[in-house]
């Protein structure tokens, strides 16, 4: 059985960075994505980042820029760096795993990090 704990988060300044760690346990296989989500308090959850088992990165228009995804395979761990943070970027932030296992899709969820960001 697959997992995904989050975690990284904290109260932090405006401007100030923090790096988000998501890691999966058990076997994820060779044909995955994980995604980055963001929940804001009275907001739809909102996709951040993407990045393929290949190491192929997608990020919606609109976060282009402060976030970068990456991966450590080894680990099975995958980051978000996230930089220049403002209020409005305060919400819990969720990792989900979507694998592919013989013609299956399955889709796994962590109960997510909380970022605040406060003066």
């Known amino acids: 059985q697959v997992q995904v704990v989050e975690s990284g988060g904290g109260v932090v300044q405006p401007g100030e960075s923090l790096r988000l760690s998501c890691e999966a346990s058990?076997?994820?296989?060779?044909?995955?994505?994980f995604s980055w989500y963001r929940q804001a308090p009275g907001k739809q959850r909102e996709l951040l980042a993407t990045?393929?088992?290949?190491?192929?990165?997608n990020y919606p228009n609109s976060m282009k820029g402060r976030f970068t995804i990456s991966k450590d395979n080894a680990r099975n761990t995958v980051y978000l760096q996230t930089t220049l943070l403002q209020p409005e970027d305060t919400g819990v932030y969720l990792c989900?795993?979507?694998?592919?296992?013989?013609?299956?899709?399955?889709?796994?969820w962590g109960q997510g990090t909380q970022v605040t960001v406060s003066s």
């Open positions: 058990g076997d994820i296989g060779n044909d995955y994505a």
């Open positions: 989900n795993l979507l694998r592919a296992v013989s013609g299956r899709a399955f889709s796994d």
């Open positions: 990045i393929t088992s290949l190491g192929h990165k």
